[in-house]
Each structure stands twice: as C-alpha cells, then as structure tokens.
C-alpha cells in the first residue's frame, strides 16, 4: 500500500489550497483516509477523515466551515480542499490510511503517506 500526498505549497492568509493524497490499488475504495497535520514541535492532529462507508465526514473544530474532505474512487485519490487558510494552519499535512482504533488518533492508521508543507503567511 503507497499514500501519496501532494498540492501544499505557500500562500497568503485568506488564501486556498487543494490537497490530494493517491492511495494505490484499493486502498481509497476500501478504507477510511484521514488527513493529520503537525506544525514544529507540535503532535500530529487530526484534520478530517472521508469514510468508505458513511457520507459523514468530521472534521477537528479549527478547520470546520473552511475545509472540505473528498474522495474520487474512479481515481483512488483523496481530496482535502483548504479554504480562508490562516498563519496556524501552517504545518506538514500528512494522509492515512486503514484505521483500527478511533478515525482522530495518529496512533490508529496502518498507512501513511509522506507530507507536503503548507505555509500560510499573514
């Protein structure tokens, strides 16, 4: 299983980026992919999760009403779409994959894919 995570970049505040994590094979079609961030010498935080199975996607209260979680199966791709992005929003963002415990633990993903930076400067 390979993750791979693309689209960060820097911009200004107010700004918008669109994140996409490639899973291979099935691994989008056939799990939960979660998108975690984690800025400088801060822990890995939870940012969103689209599930397999349920429309329902949660997101962490810093970024709801201005992100956006989405999954294209036909292209096994991932998309965390980031709008109004603020200087905190800065920070490697990171997609998972294949959780087995809960969907807002780091701890809980079996795959991971290599981050792509986001820098948001004010």
């Known amino acids: 299983v390979q993750l791979q995570a693309s689209g960060g970049g820097s911009v200004q505040a107010g700004g918008s980026l669109r994140l996409s994590c490639v899973g291979s094979?099935?691994?989008?079609?056939?799990?939960?992919v979660a998108w975690f961030r984690q800025a400088p010498g801060k822990e890995r935080e939870f940012v969103s999760v689209?599930?397999?199975?349920?429309?329902?996607?949660p997101y962490s209260d810093s970024v709801l009403g201005r992100f956006s979680i989405s999954r294209d199966n036909a292209k096994n791709t991932v998309y965390l779409q980031m709008n109004s992005l603020k200087p905190a929003d800065t920070a490697t963002y990171y997609c998972?994959?294949?959780?087995?415990?809960?969907?807002?633990?780091?701890?809980?993903?079996?795959?991971w894919g290599r981050g792509t930076q986001v820098t948001v400067s004010s």
């Open positions: 998972a994959a294949q959780n087995i415990g809960p969907y807002y633990l780091a701890r809980s993903y079996t795959y």
């Open positions: 094979g099935e691994t989008v079609i056939r799990n939960n």
């Open positions: 689209t599930q397999w199975n349920d429309d329902y996607s």
